[in-house]
Structures are given as structure tokens and as C-alpha cells.
């Protein structure tokens, strides 16, 4: 095994272009394989009981998403399996799963690259994929295996609980229980056992519900509390059968600062995982749900949005404000735009500092926690009362934090984040919450 399959599962895929915007792949993998890396829950939060004393915690083992499956399906496919084998020996086995399992893997950001500063932004090697490699990494890679081809090499880390499965629980969880109950001869059968997989690769949250909802929803009958089970939100609908749901507003409100002109991050978003930008839209989505909604600073403007109301909009207005307080307030480390073949654009390679990359803005996102219910009540002012806060930290201490080769200069954990986060809550004097 050499060093980076060490570290790396190594994936022959098909890159596949139907009428999608983002990137799928096709290909197979092994039970032992996917057993490694797999989750059946997008849910990472601690929810307290409000009649008790009980904190819920939905865990990448996913206990309690496995609840709500059909224990009934699972012993059928255990079954299934097990009267399989006993004919292998006969040469009469046809145990398939023909479909495919439907996967999803956050794409790469430029900050979980080592090497990011020297790094060519139109080609990362299999040295930098390798050397890029931490146990908290939870992104996967990809590469041409061939100029001008499909075919693809993908890297995913060995790191238990980064690749979702989005259609294929019970086939998947059904191999893996009759996995357990075998002896270590017959382990070895079911460990190379390959299961047709599709790689959703890239998309944010929203777009991976929408793909789960139309395959489970409008082609089988499903138990539509595994949406929830899966993304921690309920499918609901609008008149157009799309979600209606945080997911969902999440989704518009990066669409809406990425595409709007007067927004200050407008074209810094890399939709759909690719192309130019600072920050993937998979990013953006991840962080405001799980920072900024399940703070409960906007429930009620959330109930109002999927009540089919006005008053959610201010969301939109009081993001827009926060962004340009942020720009006015350390003017020296924004982004400026480059000239690349098709245009200016922002490039993560040829800028110097991280507070616009998921760093910087992981941590600020999850300020807006402490910000947020100390302007509410004056929407007009918004960015007049945020700036007020953001000038507690000059300009040009700015600089000197937000540097590449700075004190939060390296690749962009939820860990740097954290540290980053707690520092500018002293620095503001916001205090915890």
C-alpha cells in the first residue's frame, strides 16, 4: 500500500454530464471500503429536550437515525444476503444490488490545502492531495486520470463519518448486519463485496435534500421522516413540489449575496463547488444552518418564511449590512478581484489573507450569534450599529490576524475556526452565549 492509499481511498470513477449543473461521478466501491468513511445523518447538533433534562445527540454512528428505518427491509436483505451465500458454493449465488447507492462528499476548499500558498490554482497534485492530509480532514479530491476523459481518480480520507449516504440506507445497513454476523472467513467475501455508487460532489445541502426528496418521494413510497432523519429539517413543500424549508433558505440567501451586485461577497461563492470564488456555496449553507439558525436568534423569522411571509426578508437585508460592516471595517484585507481568461474574478491563490475564506467567515458567521440581538431592534442602522462593533479591532490589526502567514494562516479546520472565533469574542467583548 503506498503512502497516500494509506491515508486515502483511491476510487477509478466516470465523471457523468446529464442536464446537472454539479459534479457526479459513478463508479464502484467495496462494503469494507465504504464502511469506513460512511454517515447516515447530516444532523452534527446537541438538541435539548425542552420538557426534560435529556440532551439528544445525533451521532455519526447514527443510532438514532437508524431507528427510523424498516427493521422489517433490513432482515429481508440480511436475508437475502445469508440464503445468497449458502449457494455461492454451488455456483448458483446471483446476489446483486443492481441500483446504485447514492453518495455525497463535501468538495475540496482551497484552505484545506497544505500547501495553499504556493499552490497553482488550475491543478493540485497527488503530492499535495497526500501531504494535505490531517485526521479531521472531511473533504474529498479528484483528479483526470486521463487528458481529455471521464475517467477520474477520487480521493476520499480515511476518516470515519465524511461521506453521507443519501439513497441506499437499508441496502448499505443490510449488508453491513449480515457482515457482523458472519465468522472471519466469510468477512472477507462480503468486505470486497462492490456496490454501484453515484458521487454527488460539490452541492450544498439543499441540492443533496432535492436530489434525496425526488428519487425517495416521486419514484417509491417513503417513510418521509428519513428526510428529516438524514438532514435534521422538515420536507416540506411549496406549490412547486421544491423544499420549503431552513435548508432551503439558506440555499437563496447564498444565491442571493453571491449573484446580487450590490452584495459585498457578489461572485466571491463558488457555486456548485467549482469554478472561481473564496468559498464554496456548500460552505455558506453548512454554516448558517448549524451556526447561525440553530442559535435561535431567527426562529421566528424562520417560522415566518415557511408560513409563506415578509418579515423573514430582513435576514437578507441584516446579511448584506454585516458583509459591508466587515468591508468598511478592514478595507486593507478584502479581496480584490483578478484578471484571469475569462475576466475579473476572485481567486483563493492570489489572496493574501483568510478572513474571506472559510476561516475568516466560518468565525464571523458564528459571531452573528452574539451580534445579532444587539441591532435587531434598529434595521435601518444595521451597519452603522455592526460597525460600531467591528471598529473595536482596528485595520490594521486586521492585517496582521487575517495573514496567510499569520496565526490562523493554515488550512481552514472547524478547529482554526473555533480558535479564531473565541478570539473575536474577547476582542469585541461580546461574551459567550
Not at 155 to 163: D, S, V
Not at 169 to 176: N, V
Amino acid at each position: 500500500m503506498s503512502e497516500i492509499t494509506e491515508k486515502y481511498l483511491v476510487l477509478d470513477m466516470v465523471r457523468v454530464s446529464q442536464l446537472q449543473s454539479g459534479i457526479v461521478f459513478t463508479g464502484k466501491m467495496k462494503f469494507g471500503q465504504l464502511d469506513q468513511i460512511y454517515k447516515l445523518t447530516e444532523r452534527k447538533e446537541n438538541v435539548d429536550d425542552p420538557f426534560g433534562n435529556k440532551k439528544i445527540v445525533f451521532d455519526t454512528e447514527g443510532t438514532e437515525f437508524q431507528r427510523q428505518l424498516s427493521q422489517k427491509k433490513l432482515g429481508e436483505i440480511e436475508s437475502y444476503l445469508r440464503e445468497e451465500m449458502s449457494q455461492r458454493e454451488s455456483g448458483k449465488s446471483l446476489a446483486m444490488f443492481p441500483s446504485s447507492l447514492i453518495l455525497y462528499n463535501r468538495a475540496y476548499e482551497p484552505d484545506d490545502l497544505i500547501n495553499q500558498i504556493n499552490t497553482n490554482e488550475d491543478f493540485i497534485s497527488p503530492k499535495v492531495i497526500n501531504d494535505s492530509y490531517t485526521e479531521m480532514l472531511d473533504c474529498c479530491f479528484y483528479l483526470p486520470a486521463e487528458e481529455d476523459s471521464d475517467l477520474y481518480k477520487l480521493y476520499i480520507p480515511r476518516n470515519k463519518g465524511i461521506t453521507l449516504i443519501v439513497d441506499g440506507q437499508h441496502r448499505f445497513i443490510g449488508t453491513q448486519r449480515f457482515y457482523k454476523s458472519l465468522n472471519e472467513s466469510n468477512k472477507k467475501l462480503v468486505e470486497n463485496f462492490e456496490f454501484i455508487v453515484t458521487f454527488l460532489v460539490g452541492f450544498d445541502l439543499y441540492e443533496v435534500g432535492q436530489i434525496f426528496a425526488t428519487v425517495n418521494f416521486n419514484q417509491k413510497p417513503v417513510n418521509r421522516s428519513l428526510y428529516y432523519d438524514i438532514f435534521g429539517s422538515a420536507p416540506q413543500t411549496d406549490r412547486d413540489g421544491k423544499l420549503q424549508n431552513d435548508i432551503r433558505l439558506a440555499h437563496d440567501l447564498a444565491l442571493h449575496l453571491n449573484n446580487n451586485p450590490t452584495s459585498p461577497i457578489s461572485s466571491m461563492i463558488k457555486l456548485l463547488g467549482k469554478g472561481y470564488g473564496l468559498f464554496s456555496q456548500a460552505f455558506f449553507v453548512d454554516k448558517m444552518i448549524r451556526h447561525v439558525f440553530k442559535a435561535k436568534i431567527w426562529d421566528s423569522l424562520l417560522i415566518d418564511y415557511l408560513n409563506g411571509g415578509n418579515e423573514y426578508k430582513v435576514i437578507a437585508q441584516f446579511m448584506k449590512a454585516y458583509l459591508e460592516a466587515l468591508q468598511t471595517a478592514y478595507p486593507s484585507v478584502w479581496p480584490i478581484k483578478v484578471i484571469k481568461a475569462n475576466g475579473l474574478v476572485y481567486s483563493s491563490y492570489y489572496y493574501d489573507y483568510v478572513l474571506c475564506k472559510t476561516t475568516g467567515l466560518g468565525a464571523y458567521f458564528r459571531l452573528i450569534r452574539h451580534i445579532y440581538p444587539l441591532v435587531e431592534n434598529d434595521p435601518s442602522n444595521f451597519k452603522e450599529r455592526i460597525l460600531d462593533i467591528f471598529k473595536r479591532m482596528s485595520d490594521t490589526e486586521a492585517k496582521d490576524l487575517f495573514a496567510k502567514t499569520g496565526p490562523y494562516g493554515g488550512a481552514g479546520s472547524e478547529g482554526l475556526q473555533d480558535k479564531l472565533y473565541r478570539y473575536l469574542v474577547a476582542k469585541y467583548k461580546l461574551g459567550e452565549s
